[in-house]
Nanobody, 121 residues
Framework: VQLQASGGGLVQAGGSLRLSCAAS????????MGWFRQAPGKEREFVGT????????YVGESVKGRLTVSRDNAKNTMYLQMNSLKPEDTAVYYC???????????????WGQGTQVTVSS
């Protein structure tokens, strides 16, 4: 089982990025998926989660209205569209697969390696 997060990079404040999380060795449609992030010196933070069908999504308060989670089960891939980025969004972003919609990282079973997002002011 492998989750491969990609799409990170350096962007100016106000800019956009789209992260992808490609799954192999598992059928993405069987899992609830989530995004978390971790900035240096800080705890891992919930970003968003999406139900198996993609019909239900939740995002954290700090990113509401700017970041959107989506998925394409036919492509075995989840996405995080990031708009109006702020310097405080700078972090390593991780994707994860689990069994229940949750904001708690311990509830996710499989994790990707992370992709760095850096937002300059």
């Amino acid at each position: 089982v492998q989750l491969q997060a990609s799409g990170g990079g350096l962007v100016q404040a106000g800019g956009s990025l789209r992260l992808s999380c490609a799954a192999s060795g598992l059928t993405l449609s069987s899992y609830v998926m989530g995004w978390f992030r971790q900035a240096p010196g800080k705890e891992r933070e919930f970003v968003g989660t999406i139900s198996r069908s993609g019909g239900v999504t939740y995002v954290g308060e700090s990113v509401k209205g700017r970041l959107t989670v989506s998925r394409d089960n036919a492509k075995n891939t989840m996405y995080l569209q990031m708009n109006s980025l702020k310097p405080e969004d700078t972090a390593v972003y991780y994707c994860a697969a689990g069994w229940a919609t949750s904001k708690v990282s311990d509830d996710y079973e499989y994790w990707g390696q992370g992709t760095q997002v850096t937002v300059s002011s």
